[in-house]
């Protein structure tokens, strides 16, 4: 791996630090392998852009923050939870001295009810923004408000790999748009030559297979939608013709933290990793060569008509195959095997779909009331939400007994 100075995103550090010194908000778009989630809170810190405060660092993914965090504090020669830390769900490794803590949006989001100026933060950065989880947009939206109302003296910083930026600026008051180089190899993508009605669980142990035979070196990385989907691919694993043996490893959320971490320890053997999209953006596996994508993702939608949320089996967007592949030329040229045709790709949405417009908004309504905002279909939102789903949400929370008469 490169030393961290000799990262893209070092050559426009200047940039970063000028801009955020002279005003409060930037948007920063750098592709994958730019070094920008694991170097930019570094800048920050250093350059003293959050002053004596905390500098937090939004994550999309629990797995995401704890191993982002570590990889920090190694490479600040410090242990994890001292001046790095990292807080998720039931697991919090920071303290008094901590000065940048990797987090995930409710953990942000906790924090402001609970202090509702964030005292003691002095900059958010919102990483990954592209993927548009519904807490991130919330977070998004409650902070600017922070800022613009109590806290002009918050630095806000959103980055991303895909984000389409000019957007995002215009609702941060057009505020600057960066730019940063990546460093990537060449990836050399494939297609199926025609639709494939098997199970892509069968379809993916053939082309890892297929890899393995043509003998081409590096280890694997195979994207499935859920765990139900890594089980069955590892057990097509398991009934490989090979002469190779392999360290088939599975990679999702659900996983305890010791386990997940078998992903990223090295391997006498070589490795075939399954994992579910938390490998798709941040955390990175050294020594993958090789992806290969089945193409879908579960996706959280909510039914109005029943009231129930559910998780739908869809097609991802072309920018989330394209951070997929990116996964493959990290350190070297490597290939993609995609489970679909070349034709069917371009029929892809080429972004994701913001969550606040497809979700249950029950949980973001019930928050804003918490926070003193009454109005969650005027609220400032990036993008605003189907007036008719606050409405549903505000009805059925007051039939829950969580709202009386417009308060929490």
Known sequence: MPAPTALP?????????????????????????????????????DAGVAGDKMIVV???RRVAAR?????VASERGGKLGAEVGYQIRFDDHTSVGTRICFVTEGILLRWLQDDRSLSKIGAVVFDEFHERNLLSDVALALVKDLQQSQRPDLVM???SATLDAEPVAAYLNQCPILVSEGQSFPVEVGYLPVPDQRPFTVQAAEAV???????EPGDILVFMPGRGEINGTLDALRGMRTQERVACIPLHGELEPQEQDRAFAPNALRKVIVATNVAETSITIDGIRHVVDSGVARVARYDAERGLGTLLLEPISRAS????KGR???????????????????????RNTPEI????????????????????????WLDKPDPQAVVRAEKLLTMLGALHEGRA
């Open 9 to 45: 995103i070092w050559k426009i550090h200047a940039d970063i630090l000028r801009t955020l010194q002279g005003g409060n908000r930037l948007v920063l778009v750098a592709p994958t392998g730019s070094g920008k989630t694991t170097q930019v809170p570094q800048m920050l810190l």
């Open 58 to 60: 939004l994550q999309p």
């Open 67 to 71: 191993t982002v965090a570590a990889r």
């Open 157 to 159: 910083l959103v980055m």
């Open 209 to 215: 297979e297929r890899i393995l035979y043509e003998g």
């Open 321 to 324: 195959a394209d951070q997929r």
């Open 328 to 350: 493959a030329g990290r350190t070297a040229p490597g290939t993609c095997h995609r489970l679909w045709t070349s034709i069917g790709h371009q029929t892809r949405e080429e």
């Open 357 to 380: 417009q497809r979700s249950d908004l029950a949980e973001v309504v019930l928050l804003l009331h918490s926070l003193g905002i009454q109005k969650a279909a005027t609220f400032d």
